[in-house]
Each structure stands twice: as C-alpha cells, then as structure tokens.
C-alpha cells in the first residue's frame, strides 16, 4: 500500500523547533519515519513511565502534525536524531541501518520515572527523562542518541563484549561517533547534563580526568566485573581510548579519522579485542585506507596514553 509520509514538526528538549518525518492515517500523524531507503522504519514511542514490561511502550501521535506538546519534546528529539544517526551512517559508510539489514530503529521515551540514563537493550533504544537535576530527557542530546544507536551498530559488528577493556572499548566507540554526530565540543551529553549548571558535561574526550575517568594506563582503574564495578570500568576505563581518539583526530583530522574508526570497528575487531588490539585495528584501518602518516599518527596517539 502507498506509505503515507508527511513533514511534520515539533518542539524539542531545549524549546528548539526541528523537522520531523511522520506518517498520516485515519486523520492522524504518527512518529513513525518511513523516507528512509530501507525497508524498515525509524519508530519512536512512549513508554508512560513504565518499566521493561511496558516496552515498547505505545504509539505518539499528533493531529495536527505539530508536535509542540511539552509531554512531546523528549519524543521530537528522539525522532529527529535518530534519523540524523540514520543519515550519518547511511551517507558517509553506506551503512543501512543500524545491522546494515534496514532493520527498524525503535526508539522509546518516558521510560520509568526521573531516570538518569539512556540504553540500548539489544534490540531498541530507550531514554528516561532525567531527574531534572543531573539529566534533563536523554533524547535532547545528538551525542548520547549517537552514542547509543553506535552500541547497536558494535552489536552488530565487532561485537565487543561489555566488560573489562572490550567494554571500555565498546563505550569508547559509542562516544567517539557521538563526537562525530556533534563535534562542536569534546563533551559527551553537555545538551543534558545538569540542566541548572552550565559548561559541564558527562565525559570529555579531550581532558577525560575533568570527570573522574583516566587518561593514561597508568591511571587505569581496576574494577571488579558487576554492577556495582561498572562492569569492570567500562565507562570509566573509556577514558583512555578516548583520550586516544583526541589526539588521533587532532593529528589527522575528523574526515579520515571517521573512515579509520569506521573500518576498525566494523571490520577488525572482535568481542575480546582490548586497548592493544584496538590500537592495531586502527593502525590496520589507518594503512588501508591512507598510509604510513595517519598508521603513525594513530600508534603515537595510543603511546601518548600508555598503550604501545
Ligand atoms: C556511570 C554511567 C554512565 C553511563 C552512560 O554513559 N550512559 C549513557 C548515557 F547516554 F546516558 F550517557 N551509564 O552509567
Ligand atoms: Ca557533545
Ligand atoms: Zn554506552
């Protein structure tokens, strides 16, 4: 049946107004983006404060395709960067889709309540709401949407297992292409992270230590493998192979440092790679796609930070 694709708009997280791809029917629009080329579609929905059990949560819709309601706005920026992240792997890696399948891209919002945290579950994405005061809605921030459609992408590929240094590599990917989708800043989730300060952020690629988290092997924190020890420091140890991603990107530039990145991730790596096998991959990536310069660039960048 024709799909019915409509432009419509909404006010987001921060009260900016964007573009949004719904569908119309039965005289009503829905948060549903079908213009993508795939079959599959980008999906958000709403959650009502409800936990796992109500996922994926219910329908969003508007009837006039405005989507200007504040209960909206964590929904209108969902939406919106979902398809921005689309975009971006689609057009600069050819990648379709998260899986490169075209699978859907289901997003949810509103999960639980004043939930400080954002995730990707294995098969969607879900955004709590923040409690006001260290988060505002998690969706209001293109980096953390990036960072979290980026864990379904490494699901998808390398696979890197969550805990140790595979999962301080696995965060660190999520944040690097978050830096690509917004690289204005060095920060992961400034958009978001306490609503009533300015000028902070959740992580910083380029002083991760503003945050509590090492910028060298020296500093690397050994955690134990549960909840409590972030999985071993998974967003803790980041801090190294971030900082490493800094220098990379400021040696060699963001245009080659996405491709090598991309290559890495996709193609190299594997669940148990850690800091030393990452360094390779990229080392690997680096002399496949442009040669010994950025190769070099790259193994001075993961020296600078202990990893050789
Ligand atoms: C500690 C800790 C940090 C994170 C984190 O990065 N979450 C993803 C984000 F999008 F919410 F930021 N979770 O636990
Ligand atoms: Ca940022
Ligand atoms: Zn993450």
Redesign the pocket.
Same mark, same amino acid.
């Given at each position: 049946n024709k799909v019915k694709e409509a432009a419509g708009s909404g006010t987001g997280v921060l009260g900016d107004s964007k573009s949004l791809n719904t569908h119309f029917e039965n005289n009503t629009y829905y948060l549903v983006d079908s213009t993508k080329q795939m079959d599959g579609r980008i999906y958000t929905l709403d959650n009502r404060n409800g936990g796992f059990n109500s996922l994926p949560g219910y329908d969003i819709t508007d009837s006039d395709n405005r989507f200007t309601e504040t209960s909206q706005r964590a929904a209108v920026d969902a939406h919106h960067y979902a398809g921005k992240v689309f975009d971006y792997y689609y057009n600069k890696f050819g990648r379709v889709s998260y899986d490169g399948n075209g699978s859907d891209i289901i997003s949810t919002v509103h999960f639980d309540t004043n939930y400080?945290?954002?995730?990707w579950i294995g098969n969607q994405m879900i955004y709590g709401d923040g409690d006001g005061k260290v988060?505002a809605p998690?969706s209001g921030a293109i980096d953390?949407v990036a960072? *979290?459609l980026t864990h379904a992408v490494t699901d998808s590929s390398a696979n890197l297992v969550y805990e140790f240094q595979p999962g301080a590599l696995n *965060?660190s990917f999520s944040d690097v292409f978050g830096f690509f989708l917004d690289p204005n800043d060095w920060m992961?989730?400034e958009d978001v992270y306490t609503p009533g300060r300015e000028g902070d952020a959740?992580?910083s690629l380029s002083n991760p230590n503003l945050y509590d988290q090492p910028d060298h092997m020296n500093e690397y924190r050994t955690l134990p493998n549960t909840e409590e020890g972030?999985y071993g420091g998974v967003?803790i140890n980041s801090g190294i192979p971030n900082k490493a991603a800094y220098y990379t990107i400021n040696a060699i530039g963001r245009a080659k440092s996405e491709k090598i990145y991309y290559r890495a991730l996709t193609i190299y790596l594997t669940p148990n790679s850690d800091f030393a096998s990452a360094r390779q991959a990229l080392i690997q990536s680096a002399t496949d796609l442009y040669g010994s310069t950025e190769a070099n660039a790259i193994s001075s960048a993961w020296s600078n930070v202990g990893v050789n």
């Amino acid at each position: 049946n024709k799909v019915k694709e409509a432009a419509g708009s909404g006010t987001g997280v921060l009260g900016d107004s964007k573009s949004l791809n719904t569908h119309f029917e039965n005289n009503t629009y829905y948060l549903v983006d079908s213009t993508k080329q795939m079959d599959g579609r980008i999906y958000t929905l709403d959650n009502r404060n409800g936990g796992f059990n109500s996922l994926p949560g219910y329908d969003i819709t508007d009837s006039d395709n405005r989507f200007t309601e504040t209960s909206q706005r964590a929904a209108v920026d969902a939406h919106h960067y979902a398809g921005k992240v689309f975009d971006y792997y689609y057009n600069k890696f050819g990648r379709v889709s998260y899986d490169g399948n075209g699978s859907d891209i289901i997003s949810t919002v509103h999960f639980d309540t004043n939930y400080n945290n954002a995730a990707w579950i294995g098969n969607q994405m879900i955004y709590g709401d923040g409690d006001g005061k260290v988060f505002a809605p998690l969706s209001g921030a293109i980096d953390i949407v990036a960072h *979290e459609l980026t864990h379904a992408v490494t699901d998808s590929s390398a696979n890197l297992v969550y805990e140790f240094q595979p999962g301080a590599l696995n *965060e660190s990917f999520s944040d690097v292409f978050g830096f690509f989708l917004d690289p204005n800043d060095w920060m992961i989730g400034e958009d978001v992270y306490t609503p009533g300060r300015e000028g902070d952020a959740l992580r910083s690629l380029s002083n991760p230590n503003l945050y509590d988290q090492p910028d060298h092997m020296n500093e690397y924190r050994t955690l134990p493998n549960t909840e409590e020890g972030d999985y071993g420091g998974v967003h803790i140890n980041s801090g190294i192979p971030n900082k490493a991603a800094y220098y990379t990107i400021n040696a060699i530039g963001r245009a080659k440092s996405e491709k090598i990145y991309y290559r890495a991730l996709t193609i190299y790596l594997t669940p148990n790679s850690d800091f030393a096998s990452a360094r390779q991959a990229l080392i690997q990536s680096a002399t496949d796609l442009y040669g010994s310069t950025e190769a070099n660039a790259i193994s001075s960048a993961w020296s600078n930070v202990g990893v050789n």
